[in-house]
């Protein structure tokens, strides 16, 4: 396990080319430290909440062990993107300048398939708790969101996480919700260690790291038109739904073991 350690900050030099998979138009991007991105911009359709919930997503994934590419925030300066020809990314581009979240690109991975690869059961358990912790809905057989990289597991795109944020007044019933998405989730038939993942992660994420992660998110992706509060009231209101779904981490992973044996 590890500890919250703060994000590198890059500037976007260079914009190589959309990933049209993805529905807010991530793009991959070389940056001044001479690496490669994964772009998501704070101008996507669903605002910087979608980089809310990659921040958080993948930076409680790496607390945890997990595997997770290298997340920096991502600068971008009022005149990048000038020149690029397609009106639709240029007015992305604009309404991203600031602060934008980044992923390591992973040169030479491959998307995961669960018939190739068997995942070990406490792996597996792992992810199917995290992704029931963050109300991850969209690591499914359909859309698994891991690569395989040098013969290793890795989780990327946390960014459907965190839903009760499209819903900001009811964040206290979402926190204690079963999340009943959890069976269809990829790695759900071999998610045999749940309990055992349960009471070593509960043990992990403390409050104090929990308060750590919060206070990673920039105040700009947190002044909000959709929100009253301020930006510290903003974070006070991730880290309550956070401490509280950890506090009933077994309404969650119950629901993790039902849905598991239904289909074993």
Excluded: C
């Amino acid at each position: 396990m590890t500890t919250v350690s703060d994000l590198r900050t890059v500037n976007v030099t260079r914009y190589i080319q959309p990933l049209r998979e993805g529905g807010s138009l991530p793009a991959l991007a070389e940056a001044d430290d001479g690496f490669k991105y994964v772009l998501k911009f704070k101008g996507n359709g669903h605002g910087p909440k979608a980089l809310i919930s990659e921040l958080l997503g993948g930076e409680i994934a790496r607390l945890l062990g997990l595997k997770v590419p290298e997340l920096v925030f991502a600068n971008l300066d009022e005149a990048f993107g000038q020149t690029e020809g397609d009106e639709e990314i240029q007015d992305l581009l604009k309404s991203s300048q600031g602060l934008n979240i980044a992923m390591h690109f992973l040169s030479g991975a491959i998307t995961f398939d669960p018939v190739v690869t068997t995942v070990d059961a406490k792996t597996a358990s792992a992810i199917v708790w995290l992704d029931a912790f963050i109300t991850n809905i969209d690591r499914t057989f359909k859309n698994t969101n891991m690569l395989m990289w040098h013969k290793e597991l890795w989780l990327i795109d946390q960014g459907a996480s965190l839903y009760f944020h499209h819903s900001w007044t009811t964040w206290e019933t979402h926190a204690k919700s079963p999340f009943a998405l959890i069976k269809d989730h990829v790695l759900l038939p071999q998610a045999s260690m749940l309990d055992e993942i349960n009471a070593e992660f509960k043990q992990v994420l403390t409050a104090d790291k929990i308060r750590a992660l919060v206070n990673l998110i920039p105040a700009e992706w947190l002044e909000r038109e959709d929100i009253d509060e301020t930006a510290e009231q903003a974070r006070e209101v991730y880290y309550q739904f956070l401490i509280t779904r950890i506090n009933n981490s077994e309404i969650f992973t119950n629901e993790a073991q039902n849905a598991r044996k239904i289909l074993i």
